[in-house]
């Protein structure tokens, strides 16, 4: 069954560096989504991405986050300098097209730790 | 803007029991689709169950079940015959059809469930 994949699993970083997270997606699918998990909080929606452009973003995805689809299959978050407070649980989601676009399917995750 | 939540913190069932964990949302859409999502230990998102709002048949999935009370924004899901591999985090979500295509869920805080043997 196809699904949503997600590297790192785990990415430690020292506060102020760059970091890149990759996802790929389904690879039918169209619809495209960074959620955040702080732990022991509810998931929140960062942004969402369809026909190379951003659709929806949330007052967290600030300057310093952007997403890229460099080519036909990844799809990546980057926090250009990152905080403590941007340590969680990052996890993409994809949905498809037409009455499938309603159900998005989430990767592993990845696990920020910005000290 | 539309709000979830699962008032339940915490619940706990008896292995092959019937536990049913309780969702509210809030919202001034009359489309929209409900989901429940399961996060084991592992953390990686689980879709359980979906349910259209347009559909006043409650969606079942084996043994999971919603009870769907669109006047009462009331989303709740049932779990029959509990299994110790049902401990988990389950979280309520919300996303809108006013999007053609596409859009956000918004999640409740999550329901601890452990099953006990």
């Known amino acids: 069954e196809p699904e949503v994949t997600q590297t790192p699993s785990h990415q430690v970083t020292q506060m102020g560096q760059e970091v890149i997270l990759r996802c790929v997606p389904i690879?039918?699918?169209?619809?495209f989504y960074w959620y955040r998990q702080i732990l022991g909080q509810k998931v929140e929606f960062l942004v969402s991405?369809?026909?190379?452009?951003?659709?929806?973003k949330s007052e967290i995805f600030d300057d310093q986050f952007s997403v890229e689809r460099p080519d036909g299959s990844n799809f990546t978050l980057k926090i250009r300098s990152t905080k403590l407070e941007d340590s969680a649980m990052y996890f993409c989601?994809?949905?498809?097209?037409?009455?499938?676009?309603?159900?998005?399917?989430f990767g592993p995750g990845t696990r920020l730790t910005v000290l | 803007a539309q709000t979830v939540t699962q008032s339940q913190p915490e619940m706990s069932v008896q292995e092959a029991e019937t536990v049913t964990l309780s969702c509210t949302y809030d919202?001034?859409?009359?489309?929209?689709?409900l989901f429940w999502y399961k996060q084991p230990p592992s953390r990686q998102m689980i879709l359980v169950i979906r349910?259209?709002?347009?559909?006043?048949q409650n969606a079942t999935e084996n043994r999971f079940s919603v009870n769907f009370q669109k006047a009462a924004k009331s989303f709740s899901l049932k779990i029959s015959d509990s299994q110790l591999g049902d401990a988990a985090m389950y979280f309520c979500?919300?996303?809108?059809?006013?999007?053609?295509?596409?859009?956000?869920?918004?999640f409740g805080q999550g329901t601890e469930l452990s099953v006990k043997p």
């Open positions: 989601a994809s949905s498809g097209a037409g009455s499938s676009t309603d159900t998005q399917y």
């Open positions: 690879s039918n699918h169209l619809y």
């Open positions: 991405f369809y026909n190379n452009e951003i659709s929806e």
């Open positions: 919202t001034s859409e009359s489309d929209y689709y």
């Open positions: 349910q259209e709002a347009y559909k006043q």
């Open positions: 979500a919300y996303r809108s059809s006013i999007y053609n295509q596409g859009g956000k869920l918004i």
